[in-house]
T-cell receptor
Framework: EPEVTQTPSHQVTQMGQEVILRCVPI?????FYWYRQILGQKVEFLVS????????KSEIFDDQFSVERPDGSNFTLKIRSTKLEDSAMYFC???????????????FGPGTRLTVL | KQEVTQIPAALSVPEGENLVLNCSFT??????LQWFRQDPGKGLTSLLL?????REQTSGRLNASLDKSSGRSTLYIAASQPGDSATYLC????????????FGAGTQVVVTP
């Protein structure tokens, strides 16, 4: 069964460093998302992406964050200058199509645990 | 502002008992509601999606109902098994959103043999 994959599974970085989290969405999916979950808290939406553009972003997704689809298979989240409070599990998700019957189910990857020291 | 609440936060049941998990949301202008399962330290597995026009959705031992007007959804898991032990999350998609799921905090379920 097709699945969303993410690399690395765990990333440790120093405060102020740049990190890039990578995701390979399900191959025929057109919509891509990033969420994060700080330990003990709710899963929070960061950004949605369609047709090489950001469709929607949350107030968390400030200028320190950016997303890119560099090729036909990868979808990346970059954090330019990490802060301690960026430590969280980051989930990538994808969906086949929005607003179609059953086609907007979002499928999540296993996550990347980001630890900022 | 949409608030999604799941009560109780934790639940323990003996094997074989039916599970009833609750999700409530404050804004009824939703497009759909999705139930997920999360195992410790793992990603989210989609269980069921209910469109706002539907009242119920079923998959195997799982059945989810939706009452949009009262802002509630219930996930029923029949004949629970120890393998059902996990955290169950609900998430709503508002009608004015391009895919932003808003999650509840989850119900942590333990099924004891």
């Amino acid at each position: 069964e097709p699945e969303v994959t993410q690399t690395p599974s765990h990333q440790v970085t120093q405060m102020g460093q740049e990190v890039i989290l990578r995701c390979v969405p399900i191959s025929n999916h057109l919509y891509f998302y990033w969420y994060r979950q700080i330990l003990g808290q709710k899963v929070e939406f960061l950004v949605s992406f369609y047709n090489n553009e950001i469709s929607e972003k949350s107030e968390i997704f400030d200028d320190q964050f950016s997303v890119e689809r560099p090729d036909g298979s990868n979808f990346t989240l970059k954090i330019r200058s990490t802060k301690l409070e960026d430590s969280a599990m980051y989930f990538c998700a994808s969906s086949e199509a929005k607003r179609l019957e059953g086609g907007d189910t979002q499928y999540f990857g296993p996550g990347t645990r980001l630890t900022v020291l | 502002k949409q608030e999604v609440t799941q009560i109780p936060a934790a639940l323990s049941v003996p094997e074989g008992e039916n599970l009833v998990l609750n999700c409530s949301f404050t804004d009824s202008a939703i497009y759909n509601l999705q139930w997920f399962r999360q195992d410790p330290g793992k990603g989210l597995t989609s269980l069921l999606l209910i469109q706002s026009s539907q009242r119920e959705q079923t998959s195997g031992r799982l059945n989810a109902s939706l009452d949009k007007s009262s802002g509630r959804s219930t996930l029923y898991i029949a004949a629970s098994q120890p393998g059902d032990s996990a955290t169950y999350l609900c998430a709503v998609l508002r009608t004015d959103s391009w895919g932003k799921l808003q999650f509840g905090a989850g119900t942590q379920v333990v099924v004891t043999p």
